[in-house]
């Protein structure tokens, strides 16, 4: 007879099953471990046309990494490798912190995380600016041993990352100034002291915003996850903020007025279908619960976003009495003034179904992306009949939010979550607990999760539907226990 604790999670993972049906596959009976998973993420040719769409884009991309690195680390990232664009979407733009955050990097490329001498590709995101310093990964900074260290004061916490100029870190002055330092050993205080001193020496000469600081910092720090043996056969991270990049992108690409993109913008009868059949969706927009926003996200001086709605004249209204006619110019000039920012629905209906990059997502991004597609599948009129089969074609179910670093506190037989500077103090994952994390099943791997991911998912029933279920950590944890016992 199963205890209450197997029940609960049973219901949790059919529950995510049946509302987030894109990622529930992972959560039951999914038999692949994380090298399989990893190398299905590639599995996929791209279309020509989709790989033609593409080329700005990547020169984009590319231009932005040669802005920031220099010629000899660009040539390293073996960039020319970059043929159809494999990218992943998960991370909000922040210093590497959040368990399910810094290990998808590792799990997207797990296969390959060790083959730079055979001139693979580096590891390149597009991380969320339009997102606020606050975000619940980040917190205005970054955690080690549990406890929060911040950058960014309470005054700044609703800024979104796209908005904040260049900063001054000096994250050991901060600590003190905090009074945190009591807080850590003296071995501790030396390790921080050492990551403050990097992050210092970095040269942000070529950056021009905060965002860019921390591009070139994850770069930096990307190794340091790893023990020092690994390190040189190590393929490179590349985060890169995606907001700029897709706003360079539309000045180009709302001159190509016969996109089902455009349409949906600017074609008052179209757009009104659109409108209707993409409300109530997660990553577009529902009026009456003042959720989400119409395309566009408004950005005030102070750099704090505000949701925008259409009216009957046709012009996108926040609450603070900021608008903007919905038509191209003023859109444009909305973007160069950096005054608005798309929304999630405008970037991934780009991104995904019209130039077909293959996005890699974390247990949400999985389902609104699938969602967003086979919306857009439903919707699209004849006209765009070629559109459609290239939307059914696009795979967005790869999901990289695993969780996989941890430690193991063998007297209690506890599972200890690792964020990125926890496991840089011990000195960066080893090539045996790779091995060893990679006899697990997806589904076992994704057991950490499944309080998070069933939250997440019950959130979007009605009040009297949802189930509140307290799980039992040790149950959730029961096939690491298991595995750092008897392996």
Not at 49 to 54: G, L, N, P, V
Not at 256 to 282: H, V
Not at 419 to 432: P, R
């Amino acid at each position: 007879m199963s205890s209450q604790s197997e029940v609960d999670i049973e219901f949790a993972k059919r529950k995510i099953q049946e509302i987030g049906k894109y990622v529930g596959k992972y959560f039951v009976d999914a038999e692949q471990n994380l090298s399989q998973n990893s190398v299905s993420l590639f599995d996929y040719k791209f279309p020509e046309i989709h790989i033609e769409r593409q080329k700005e884009y990547k020169k984009i991309i590319i231009r932005k990494i040669e802005s920031l690195f220099s010629p000899e680390e660009v040539n390293s990232f073996n960039l020319g490798n970059m043929n159809g664009l494999f990218l992943s979407i998960v991370d909000h733009h922040g210093i590497l912190n959040h368990p399910f955050l810094f290990g998808a990097n590792v799990a997207s490329h797990f296969h390959k995380l060790f083959s730079k001498n055979k001139k693979t590709s580096s590891v390149i995101t597009l991380d969320c600016g339009n997102c606020p310093l606050n975000d619940p990964f980040h917190k205005r900074g970054f955690q080690f041993h549990g406890r929060q260290i911040n950058i960014f004061s309470k005054n700044d916490k609703n800024k979104l990352v796209y908005s904040v100029p260049l900063v001054g870190f000096r994250i050991m002055d901060k600590i003190i100034t905090a009074k945190k330092n009591i807080l850590f050993s003296k071995e501790e205080l030396d390790f921080l002291r050492s990551i403050s001193d990097k992050i210092d020496s970095i040269d942000f000469s070529k950056c021009k915003r905060y965002s860019d600081q921390i591009t070139k910092i994850n770069y930096h720090l990307w190794p340091m996850l790893f023990e020092k043996s690994l390190r040189k056969d190590l393929i490179d991270l590349i985060q890169l903020e995606h907001d700029e990049i897709l706003i360079e992108f539309l000045f180009d690409f709302f001159k190509k007025e016969e996109t089902f993109i455009y349409k949906a913008l600017f074609d008052e009868e179209f757009r009104s279908i659109i409108l209707d059949k993409f409300r109530g969706n997660y990553s577009a927009w529902d009026e009456k619960k003042n959720y989400g926003t119409h395309f566009f996200w408004h950005i005030d001086k102070d750099g704090v976003q505000h949701r925008l709605y259409l009216n009957e004249e046709e012009k996108l209204v926040a609450t603070n009495n900021f608008s903007i006619a919905l038509e191209k110019n003023a859109i444009l000039e909305g973007l160069r003034q950096k005054t608005i920012i798309p929304g999630m629905f405008l970037k991934f209906s780009i991104f995904v179904c019209y130039l077909g990059v293959i996005p890699f997502g974390g247990f949400g991004g999985v389902n609104y992306l699938s969602t967003i597609k086979n919306i857009w599948l439903d919707v699209l009129p004849e006209e765009y009949k070629f559109e459609k089969e290239l939307i059914s074609k696009i795979k967005t179910d790869g999901l990289i939010t695993i969780p996989m670093v941890y430690d193991y506190d063998q007297k209690n037989e506890k599972i200890l979550e690792q964020y990125a500077f926890d496991v840089m103090y011990k000195g960066g994952i080893t090539k045996e607990y790779l091995e060893k994390i990679d006899k697990l099943r997806m589904d076992e791997l994704m057991r950490p999760a499944i309080e998070m991911t069933y939250n997440y998912y019950s959130n979007l029933l009605p009040p009297e539907d949802r189930k509140e279920i307290k799980f039992d950590e040790k149950s959730i944890y029961a096939p690491l226990i298991k595995l750092f016992k008897n392996v």
